[in-house]
């Protein structure tokens, strides 16, 4: 009982760290200094990576397996979005890009393991959804020829995992579902505020209200494998 006490403080510590990192991280953004934005921002990824972990050694299950692959490979994709602020390069971005697409079919894969009354509707769904959404930031994005399939793919992975999220909370609604389904929402809502940062008229709002939704976001989902 002790053991578990001071485990569950350990993640409360590191759910703390890891949005005090991200408060860092958006003040050196702010005032430009890039390479400590690289660091903290790398920090805040260990931190909900290892919130996973401990998730993992918790339960052991396939599911909580597919979770941590799909946080380390968000981690990657924070990394190599940091360095596009230090190289300039829009291959970093893509990268960073391809590192959260895979990050998302690992939560696809790892829902597909729980119960879903709704699977096939909420594919669907998230399908169609997915293509409006692109759609829509086609209205007012400038995407570049090589973006075209990596942001169709892209919009609508996430909106998949983000409506099974929903299928599987429906089909039972207990505190680790539902934890889970408002994280995937959250990620869903900084990709999108994301997107429109890059790639149309920069709002100063944009960068840190993206940055809070998406470290909140991963917080519940690695948290989510701990209820």
């Not at 505020?193 to 149309?200: A, T």
């Not at 709002?203 to 939704?213: Q, R, T």
């Amino acid at each position: 009982m002790e053991n578990k006490y001071i485990c569950i403080n350990i993640i409360y510590l590191l759910m703390a760290l890891c949005l005090f990192f991200d408060v860092l991280y958006i003040i050196s953004c702010a005032k430009k200094k890039n390479i400590i934005g690289l660091i903290v921002k790398t920090l805040a990824a260990l931190c909900f990576i290892a919130i996973g972990y401990f998730g993992y050694l918790d339960n052991k299950s396939n599911f909580s397996y597919f979770i941590l692959l799909g946080l380390i490979l968000d981690g990657m994709g924070d990394l190599f979005l940091a360095l596009r602020n230090i190289f300039a390069k829009n291959i970093t971005f893509f990268i960073g890009t391809l590192c959260f697409l895979a990050g998302h079919i690992m939560y696809i894969r790892g829902l597909f393991l729980i119960e879903n009354n709704y699977l096939i509707f909420c594919i669907i769904l998230g399908i169609f959804l997915g293509a409006l959404l692109f759609y829509l930031f086609n209205k007012v994005c400038r995407f570049g020829k090589a973006l075209y399939i990596v942001g169709i793919a892209y919009t609508s992975i996430i909106m998949v995992m983000a409506c099974l999220s929903v299928g599987v909370y429906m089909s039972n609604q207990i505190t680790s579902n539902l934890v889970f389904m408002l994280g995937a929402g959250l990620f869903v809502s900084s990709d999108i505020i994301l997107i429109l940062y890059n790639f149309s008229k920069k709002e100063k709002w944009m960068h840190p209200v993206y940055s809070v939704l998406y470290f909140v976001a991963q917080v519940l989902i690695s948290f989510s494998l701990h209820i």
